[in-house]
Nanobody, 116 residues
């Protein structure tokens, strides 16, 4: 069974940094694209960043200059480095994977709160 466990969220002042981590189990991690989403109160869940099995990355335009995604296949983790955080980055951040031929799997989410 696929499990995703996020960590690293918290309260930070505007301009600060946080590093989120997602630990995966129950799948051949290195084979799959991993994604980070976020959902702010009253808003739809949005894709923040993705990283393919070969390490290719895509980051949403709204955070491209400030966020970076990386993975460690040996540790089965995917990280999201967030710099220069803004109050509008406040959201619950979710790790996601869609293994081949299966539905989406989600972590429980980690809260990020950026104070002004």
């Amino acid at each position: 069974q696929v499990q995703l466990v996020e960590s690293g969220g918290g309260l930070v002042q505007a301009g600060g940094s946080l590093r989120l981590s997602c630990a995966a189990s129950g799948l051949i991690f290195s084979m799959h694209t991993m994604k980070w989403y976020r959902q702010a109160p009253g808003k739809q869940r949005e894709l923040v960043a993705s990283i393919s099995s070969t390490g290719g990355t895509n980051v949403a335009d709204s955070v491209k200059s400030r966020f970076a995604i990386s993975r460690d296949n040996a540790k089965k983790t995917v990280d999201l480095q967030m710099n220069s955080l803004k109050p509008e980055d406040t959201a619950v951040y979710y790790c996601n994977v869609r293994p081949f031929g299966q539905n989406d799997y989600w972590g429980q989410g980690t809260q990020v709160t950026v104070s002004s």
